[in-house]
């Protein structure tokens, strides 16, 4: 008897799971383009949908529906005077819209595939326009520039470059000695010709901006970072180019313009880095000048060099403690 109470209970809840289930399940929509302007639609419905609830799809009026296909009755032939491409389609409920999902694949003839997840509540969808090389330069070169601009490790690392360089020749030098370091392990690392982990290639870079804290925390000395900032900034631009890629991998490169859209990205970058570069320069000549004229007591030679000593320590153990804490945050990650 208590098995039997068991395997009904059991029998019950699969029931009551599968309904569940069903209710979740989402309407699929697919749309082909087999040839120049004629498509190939299928569609899914949910078994929670009633017949009379059925939607019907709104193609732009320069469309045509040739035939139904013979394979499945929830598919159809399209022949457009205008290609899809931005236009916006609509899925037409007779009643109401129902409560779940629907997820839109449209493949072009081109090669290129979109997936997109309508929420519930929503019927109207715009399909995207075709990438061309000039779109996909002006999106990349802005995700570029964003991304630089968002990233203050990569920031930091740069200011105490420039800090560490002292002069605008030696600045010029090991930025440029940077973006090169950081541009090829961008590239291969893009093109997968290497791969690391995500978590200790952040680790590393916060470790850098630990490193150079350190060297300005304890002034000009003989070190080979003083010495030869080039060497530095180019051996961590290589770590900081692999990190510039897993962002990258996260958007995402274009479908049918990688290498476009590759090196428009680091173009962004570059942009990006050299508003900064000039900004920062900018502010600390205006700092410099006004000193430099000003009338009190402190800003004799003497003082100025210990205001600016103590500022100098002042701010390395800021950016060291800021960097050593994001150095544990990514290693406890790991």
């Known amino acids: 008897m208590i098995r039997f109470l068991i395997t009904f209970c059991v029998f019950i809840f699969s029931l009551a799971f599968n309904s569940l289930a069903d209710d979740s399940r989402p309407l699929s929509l697919q749309i082909i383009e087999r040839q120049a302007q004629t498509y190939w639609l299928q569609w899914t419905l949910p078994p929670t949908l009633t017949i009379d609830n059925q939607p019907q799809l709104i193609l732009p009026s320069s469309c045509q529906r040739l ?8 598919a159809a032939v399209y022949r457009c005077e205008q290609p899809l491409a931005g236009a916006t389609l609509r899925l037409e409920y007779p009643k109401f819209i129902p409560s779940f999902s629907t997820i839109v ?11 997109e997840v309508m929420e519930a509540g929503l019927n109207t969808w715009q399909v995207p326009l075709p990438e061309t090389h000039s779109r996909v330069a002006k999106d990349y070169t802005v995700l570029g520039v964003q991304h630089i601009w968002a990233g203050t490790d990569h920031l930091l690392f740069l200011l105490c470059l420039m800090w560490i360089a002292g002069t605008l020749r030696r600045v010029v030098i ?7 370091a950081h541009s090829i392990t961008l590239v291969m690392s893009a093109l997968e010709l290497i791969r690391l982990p995500v978590p200790p290639v952040e680790a590393v870079i916060a470790l850098s901006i630990v490193f150079l804290a350190r060297e300005i925390a304890k002034g000009r000395s003989d070190s080979l970072t003083w010495r030869y900032p080039l060497a530095v900034s180019s051996s961590f631009g290589l770590v900081h180019g692999l990190g510039f890629a897993a962002v990258l991998a996260e958007i995402g490169l274009p479908q049918t313009a990688v290498l ?3 090196l428009f990205f680091n173009i962004g970058v570059e942009l990006g880095q050299l508003a900064f570069v000039l900004v920062a320069m900018g502010l600390y000549a205006l700092i410099a000048k006004a000193l430099s004229k000003s009338s009190l007591p402190e800003s004799s030679p003497s003082n100025l060099e210990r205001w600016q000593s103590g500022l100098q320590r002042f701010c390395a153990y800021g950016v ?9 945050e990514r290693v406890v990650a790991f």
Request: proline share 0%; hydrophobic share 30%; glycine share 14%.
């Open 174 to 180: 090991i930025v440029t000695g940077f973006t090169i």
């Open 105 to 115: 694949t449209y493949k072009a003839e081109s090669g290129e595939q979109h997936t």
């Open 320 to 328: 060291g403690g800021i960097s050593s804490l994001w150095l544990i």
């Open 260 to 262: 476009t859209g590759l």
């Open 67 to 74: 035939t139904r296909s013979q394979s499945s009755a929830n």
